[in-house]
C-alpha cells in the first residue's frame, strides 16, 4: 500500500457524518487494514483437516476415557453456537455503528471466518456422527454454557434495538459494552479454557483433527480480539470523556464475572482434571488470559497467574506451512506473523 493514501482522510471510527462509507481510499485506521489481510493470509477451511483418526478413536470403546468424550463434547457444545452469535452481533450489531470502511471491509472478512468456524462445527457433528439435536441444545441443556451465552447476549440487548444510537455519552459506552462482551469476552475469554483443553488433548494425541481445527480457530479468534481492542482503544481515544472511573469500573466487573463464569465452565467441562492437568490450571490460564485483555484495555490487572500452559502461546503464531511436511499444502499465501494472544 502506497503510504500516501493513508491517513489523508480525517473523520471518527463512530459518529462520522463526512466519510463516505463507500470510499475505500485514503484510509485512516490502518490497523483495520493490517488485520484484514492477515485474515486473509490465515484463510482455511474445515475440510482440509481429516478427520478419519478422530472418527476412530471417538467410535472405538477404549482409545477415550469419559473424561475425555465429555470434554470433547462440551467444547463442541459451546463453540457449536457461540460462534454464530458472534457472527450475528457482528453484522446486526457492531456493523452498523461502524461506518468507517477499512473497519467494514475487517468485519466482513471476520464474518466470513465466523461462518469458517460454524462450518467446522457442522464438520465436526457430521464426522463424528453426533446428533445435532444434542449439541446444538448444549447452549440450553448445559446450565455452564447457558450462562455464558446469556451474559453476553445480555449486555448487547440495547445495541440490538433498530432505534438504538451513538448518540450520547451514555449510548457510546453501551456500545462499547457490547464490544467488550463480544470481542474481549466472548471471543478474548469464554474461548479459552476450550482451547486449551482441546489443544492439551492433542497434545496426547487425541482428536488431533479436532485440536487442529480448534488451533486455527484460535489464530483467528486472536485477530478478533485485536481488532475489537483496537476499536475499543480509538472510540475512548476519540471520545475520552466516556472513558471516566466509573465505566472502567464497570469493565473490569464485567471481566471478573465472566472469570467467574469460564471458571465454573472449566470445571463442569473436565471435574478432575486431565492429562495431569488439573480444573485449577484451566481456570488459572483462564485469568492470566483475562489479565492480557485488561492490559490492552490500558486497564489494572487482577489476578497476577503465571501462564501455566506456555505451549499454547505457540499455537497462535503457527504457520499453516507445517500442513506441508505433515499431510498436504494447505497454505494460501503465507500467514501473517501473528504475535499477540
Ligand atoms: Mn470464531
Ligand atoms: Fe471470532
Not at 136 to 161: G, R
Not at 273 to 294: K, P, S, T
Amino acid at each position: 500500500m502506497q503510504p500516501a493514501q493513508l491517513y489523508k482522510r480525517k473523520g471518527s471510527i463512530i459518529n462520522d457524518n463526512s466519510t463516505d462509507p463507500n470510499k475505500m481510499l485514503p484510509m485512516r485506521y490502518t490497523w483495520a487494514r493490517e488485520h484484514y489481510k492477515s485474515g486473509v493470509a490465515n484463510n482455511w477451511t474445515p475440510e482440509e483437516v481429516s478427520m478419519q483418526k478422530d472418527v476412530e478413536q471417538w467410535k472405538s470403546k477404549d482409545a477415550l476415557s469419559e473424561t475425555e468424550r465429555r470434554l470433547v463434547l462440551w467444547n463442541l457444545g459451546f463453540f457449536s453456537t457461540a460462534e454464530s452469535l458472534t457472527a450475528n452481533n457482528i453484522v446486526l450489531a457492531v456493523y452498523r455503528h461502524v461506518t468507517n470502511p477499512e473497519c467494514r471491509q475487517y468485519m466482513l472478512r471476520q464474518a466470513y471466518e465466523e461462518a469458517v468456524h460454524t462450518d467446522t462445527f457442522i464438520y465436526c457433528c457430521d464426522s463424528l456422527g453426533l446428533d445435532p439435536d444434542d449439541i446444538y441444545n448444549m447452549y440450553q441443556s448445559v446450565p455452564s454454557i447457558k450462562a455464558k451465552d446469556e451474559f453476553v447476549v445480555n449486555l448487547t440487548l440495547s445495541i440490538m434495538d433498530p432505534a438504538f444510537k451513538t448518540d450520547s455519552k451514555e449510548n457510546i459506552q453501551k456500545f462499547v459494552l457490547d464490544v467488550v462482551a463480544f470481542y474481549v469476552i466472548m471471543e478474548g475469554i469464554f474461548f479459552y479454557a476450550g482451547f486449551a483443553m482441546m489443544l492439551a488433548l492433542r497434545r496426547q494425541q487425541k482428536m488431533e483433527g479436532i485440536g487442529q481445527q480448534f488451533e486455527y480457530i484460535m489464530r483467528d479468534e486472536s485477530l478478533h480480539l485485536a481488532y475489537g481492542c483496537d476499536l475499543i482503544n480509538t472510540i475512548k481515544a476519540e471520545n475520552p470523556e466516556i472513558w471516566d472511573q466509573a465505566f472502567q469500573d464497570t469493565i473490569v466487573d464485567l471481566i471478573r464475572q465472566a472469570v467467574v463464569l469460564e471458571r465454573a465452565y472449566a470445571v463442569d467441562a473436565c471435574p478432575q482434571g486431565v492429562f495431569g492437568i488439573n480444573a485449577e490450571q484451566f481456570c488459572n490460564y483462564v485469568e492470566h488470559m483475562a489479565d492480557r485483555r485488561l492490559e490492552r484495555l490500558g486497564l489494572p490487572k487482577v489476578y497476577n497467574k503465571e501462564n501455566p500452559f506456555p505451549w499454547m502461546a505457540q499455537a497462535t503464531d503457527l504457520s499453516k506451512e507445517k500442513n506441508f511436511f505433515e499431510t498436504r499444502v494447505t497454505e494460501y499465501q503465507t500467514a501473517g506473523s501473528l504475535t499477540w494472544d
